[in-house]
Nanobody
Framework: QVQLVESGGDFMQPGGSLRLSCAASGFAFARYSMTWYRQAPGKQREWVATIRVGGTRANYPDSVKGRFTISRDDARSTVFLEMDRLKPEDTAVYYC??????????WGPGTQVTVSWGQGTQVTVSS
């Protein structure tokens, strides 16, 4: 049974870094190009990064180029996404899957990445 399980999502402040993992099973992982996707609330799923068979070629959309790095460990059937200089617009649920031309496997649960300064905390000083 084909299975994809994403992990590593977290709540981060802008400018931070995060590393996502996707463990694959049930298919010959090393023979497939793999892709990370993301879906923000109210938006369609979009392409984030692709790594070809062998790991020697990777492609990114302009929105993440220079900030995100995709890699793979074929021995562990795992694909990674290193995300640096995170921005609030990177907030989304992140998924991995085979690249579109390979034919999608069943989608995993995804992993939530939230980039925000948070609500802050009120400090009052009075004499």
């Amino acid at each position: 049974q084909v299975q994809l399980v994403e992990s590593g999502g977290d709540f981060m402040q802008p400018g931070g870094s995060l590393r996502l993992s996707c463990a694959a099973s049930g298919f010959a992982f090393a023979r497939y190009s793999m892709t990370w996707y993301r879906q923000a609330p109210g938006k369609q799923r979009e392409w984030v990064a692709t790594i070809r068979v062998g790991g020697t070629r990777a492609n990114y959309p302009d929105s993440v180029k220079g900030r995100f790095t995709i890699s793979r460990d074929d021995a562990r059937s795992t694909v990674f996404l290193e995300m640096d200089r995170l921005k609030p617009e990177d907030t989304a649920v992140y998924y991995c899957n085979k690249s579109p031309w390979e034919g999608y496997a069943n989608w995993g649960p995804g992993t939530q990445v939230t980039v925000s300064w948070g609500q802050g905390t009120q400090v009052t000083v009075s004499s």
